[in-house]
């Protein structure tokens, strides 16, 4: 995890592409505009620390998602709290907060940078992107929120505060998921609708935990004072902890499940690496045919167990390439192999991804899953190049395959799958 | 598919072990003891809610401890498999808000709610221990804080004020000082006479005292206390926002418990469709001699026994059940017609046989969580000699894990039917356990596992009824008692 090679480097250099420059861009503008409308002058500057290091310490207990996203629950509700908290309880009386925008700014990203040092001592990634984002999303709401109240002082009835800050979190939340979908949608060659609405789905639970934490954040900061808002973290803790193991299990869960595809190949079943590159060159399908996150994830354990069948045939199929034997034994082995998935009891859409792999696109008595579609084009075109990257290979067997479309293969998913092939190679799929 | 199913639970290889389920199950064979503790915390809970003066209790004091009281149940009916799992759950939270907000005596009669459940299938008798003990741990958590000084906020008008409308934090403002000491230590206690009162319960019952032993807290420990702490934290967060927003403030916690819960819930089904998986893996194994079925999990059950009898470390002891599950897995890299061969075998086959240690970990290596494990896959053939494959490591060069499952492999196999003979009785594999300590086998682990046999017995294999049309094999790599026969070269 720590070492990255000179290719992994440029690949990440590569992956800094326009979208990211203007996040980027607008986050160094507000820093920098930020701390120098801040350092002359800090208004109350032990709340203005209190509140840096909950900050901080939010950043440092960052959370990887399922999805190879991040976040920072903890962080974004110390810095929405942060704009939002008009009076804080200081020795006994209560102190009125204006804090100025540009200084809720510069105190989140001063805090954000502090606890993402430890980060970068320990060689993980920075994670500028993810951070850039929070950013500019607390930078709207403490903007839009102190506009407001200079206008219009918070009413003295909790309910009303309570729905403008209801408003506030929800609006960070928003501004935050769609400048992550944009980036997603650039890094994963996916469709920006499909993306955000992978975002909300993914997110909007500890979005809307956090802003509630950040709204408890603020009424309590009325009462007990600035030394006890550490307490307020607790429930942020739990889910902390409970997403933590969450993320974990996925990430142990698919590694099994790559082991398990793994199983045919050193049996000498299949080609070495042709599960995996099978599978990558169908999520790659999927994403360019618009499927939704959670569909993908079935693609892709059905795309990296899709010869688990063979393991049942007592002698290998020469080189493994299922594209070549007969249609009776073909769909032999996608049943087994779908027996074998079932019995795991858990992926039932896997299995019958697994199952319909060989049935024909048309003349069938039903037509097969978008899923099982692909992985059947994705397979066969492997089988066919055997992972090379010759061009003229790839094109003749591209168009093999599209002299089979009117029965058998599904010509969007093909169309895409040259697509995607003219990416190749296959790293940056 | 139904006994599919039954084998998968019995391979509960990690803690999600539901510890009030041991009431549930034994619930009808309590021990006489066991029946007298329950009736003393009983009674201890009754004391000390009739003790209560009554008469005095202001509308204020009925209302909080209703919403409370609602709270507390709402966090008992919902069990998490965070909170299943260690009986860890949210409802502290509104028993410690009680603390700070109605007085130790309310804490008690909202812990008492707990008698109220309505979660089903839990006995009455469970029903009323675990009201008791909330009530007591409660009432402990309560005299705790107002010991230590910390400041009852029983004011009449919060309330009534709230929900008017009027902002109280002028003079509530700073009531907090100083009360986040008394209130850690109330905590603390809350904590600590919950677990204390749940575990002596535990060990009075000999069913209990094995679940206990099978839960495996282990890793996740960090982040259990985590937990804990979190849901004290939310005690205090509803004590401190309710002169604020009043009831509201119970209500507003339950965003955040609810999201922690989904996340559980997904961590749960992850969790036992991971193993399921395991399982399939094993399964998969097994597709290539029907003899073999249940081999791989009986010897993950063996290592198992092996692990608690030397007593090793509950999350070590996950770790060589899951490397005793896996550990032929690289038999899938040898071909299906050397490993069914009838006949001696060519040095070439036998090569072929003795890679499979280093196949099975070529399969599982990228497995992040397996880490100790995959020393127990790719050395359970080492012997003590030095005379194993695949490194010919000898004595303390083996690793722990592989002379652990080296000895549950040899006795599933000797004593688990086989198509070229019938098992062999326990007492006669144990003597041929004992003949090849020293020589094949750790005499440590040896006598671990005879020690383990006579404590838990061993589960014999009813021997395995062929379909017919399986091809069998006529001799096993693991089983001592008939090695494999290779071609001698002239």
């Known amino acids: 995890m720590t070492g990255r090679t000179p290719e992994q480097r440029w690949l990440a250099w590569q992956s800094v592409d326009s979208g990211r420059l203007m996040l980027f861009g607008v986050a160094s503008a507000l820093v920098v505009v930020g701390l120098a409308g801040t350092a002359p002058h800090v208004r109350y500057p032990d709340i203005a620390i209190a509140f840096g290091l909950f900050i901080a310490f939010g950043e440092l207990l960052r959370l990887s998602l399922p999805g190879g996203r991040e976040g920072a629950p903890i962080a974004m509700t110390a810095a929405f709290a942060y704009a939002m908290a008009v009076k804080v309880a200081h020795d006994d009386k209560v102190l009125y907060l204006h804090t100025p925008i540009l200084q809720v700014i510069a105190v989140t990203a001063v805090g954000m940078s502090l606890g993402a040092l430890p980060h970068i001592a320990a060689g993980r990634q920075a994670g500028l992107t993810a951070m850039s984002a929070r950013l500019v999303s607390v930078a709207c709401v403490a903007t839009v929120f102190r506009t407001i109240v200079r206008a219009e002082p918070l009413a003295a009835h909790w309910v009303a505060d309570l729905a403008v800050m209801a408003v506030m979190v929800a609006l960070g939340w928003l501004i935050e998921t769609l400048i992550c979908a944009i980036i997603r949608a650039d890094d994963l060659r996916a469709r920006y609708v499909v993306t955000l609405s992978d975002e909300l789905a993914v997110q909007w639970r500890l979005g809307l935990a956090s802003g509630m934490s950040a709204i408890i954040t603020v009424f309590g900061a009325e009462v007990m004072g600035i030394a006890e808002l550490a307490v307020f973290a607790g429930p942020l803790l739990v889910i902390q902890f409970a997403f933590r193991r969450y993320a974990s299990i996925r990430a142990t869960y698919l590694q099994t499940v790559r082991a398990l595809a793994q199983v045919t190949e050193v049996g000498g079943y299949v080609e070495t690496g042709h599960s995996l590159r099978v599978t990558r060159l169908a999520l790659a399908v999927g994403r360019e045919l618009g499927m939704p996150e959670t569909d993908l994830l079935d693609l892709e354990y059905a795309a990296l167990m899709h010869d688990i069948g063979q393991l049942s045939l007592v002698e290998p199929i020469p080189g493994g390439a299922t594209v070549l034997v007969p249609h009776a034994d073909a769909h032999r082995i996608a049943d087994l192999g779908a027996e074998v998935i079932r019995r795991t009891g858990l992926l039932d859409t896997v299995a019958d991804l697994v199952r319909c792999q060989w049935l024909p696109y048309h003349g069938g008595h039903r037509e097969p899953p978008l899923g099982s579609r692909i992985i059947r084009a994705a397979n066969a075109l492997d089988d066919l190049v055997v992972g090379s990257a010759d061009r003229d290979r790839i094109t003749a067997a591209l168009a093999r395959l599209r002299a089979d479309t009117a029965s058998e293969y599904d010509p969007e998913v093909i169309e895409a799958l040259a697509v995607v092939a003219d990416r190749l190679p296959v790293s940056r799929l | ?490």
């Open chain 2, 1 to 490: 598919m139904e006994s599919d199913a039954d084998r998968l639970d019995g391979v509960t290889l990690s803690g999600v072990n539901d510890r009030h389920k041991v009431g549930e199950e034994n619930m009808g064979r309590l021990s006489w003891i066991t029946w007298l503790y329950i009736a003393a915390i009983v009674a201890a809970a009754a004391a000390i809610l009739s003790l209560a003066p009554t008469g005095s209790r202001s509308l204020d004091f009925w209302v909080t401890y209703a919403v409370l009281a609602l709270l507390f149940l709402i966090c008992e009916s919902t069990p998490t498999a965070l909170a299943r799992q260690s009986s860890w759950s949210p409802s502290s939270a509104a028993t410690l808000a009680a603390v700070v907000l109605i007085g130790s005596t309310g804490a008690a009669m909202v812990g008492a709610v707990a008698v109220l459940s309505v979660r089903r299938r839990v006995p009455a008798a469970e029903r009323l221990f675990n009201g008791a003990m909330y009530a007591v741990a409660g009432y402990a958590a309560g005299l705790t804080y107002a010991t230590l000084g910390g400041r009852p906020m029983m004011a009449t008008s919060h309330l009534l004020g709230a929900l008017s409308g009027t902002a109280f934090h002028l003079h509530v403002s700073g009531m907090f000082a100083g009360m986040l000491e008394p209130f850690a230590a109330a905590a603390v206690v809350h904590v600590l006479v919950n677990h204390g009162l749940l575990w002596a319960m535990l060990m009075l019952d000999r069913h209990g005292r094995a679940a206990a032993q099978r839960t495996t807290p282990g890793s996740s420990l960090p982040g259990l206390l985590a937990c804990d702490l979190g849901f004290a934290a939310l005690g205090l967060v509803i004590a401190a926002l309710w002169p604020v927003i009043g009831p509201f403030a119970a209500a507003i916690v339950l965003v955040p418990l609810f999201v922690a819960r989904w996340a559980m819930g997904q961590f749960a089904e992850q969790q036992r469709a991971h193993q399921a998986t395991l399982a399939a893996l094993c399964q998969a194994v097994e597709t290539k001699d029907y003899y073999t079925r249940g081999h791989s999990e009986r010897v993950s059950r063996g290592a198992g026994m092996i692990a608690r009898q030397i007593g090793m470390r509950s999350d070590r002891a996950e770790a060589v059940r899951f490397a005793g599950m896996l550990h032929d897995v690289g038999k899938l890299g040898v071909p299906t017609r050397v490993l069914q061969k009838d006949g001696p075998l060519t040095e070439e086959e036998f090569a072929a046989i003795q890679l499979h240690p280093m196949r099975g970990l070529e399969i599982v290596r990228e497995i992040g969580f397996l880490n100790e494990a995959l020393t127990g896959i790719m050395h359970h053939h080492e012997r003590m000699d030095g005379r194993g494959y695949p490194m010919g490591f000898a004595a303390d060069e083996i690793p722990e894990f592989a002379r652990i499952i080296a000895v549950a492999d040899a006795f599933d196999s000797m004593t688990s039917t086989r198509a070229y003979r019938k098992a062999v009785r326990i007492a006669d594999a144990v003597a041929e356990l004992r003949k090849g300590a020293g020589s094949q086998f750790d005499p440590k682990i040896v006598d671990a596992f005879i020690g383990a046999l006579d404590r838990e017995g061993w589960h014999m294999q009813e021997p395995a009824r062929p379909r017919g049309d399986e091809i069998f094999t006529s001799q096993d790599h693991d089983d001592p008692t008939s090695p494999l026969r290779v071609v001698e070269v002239v």
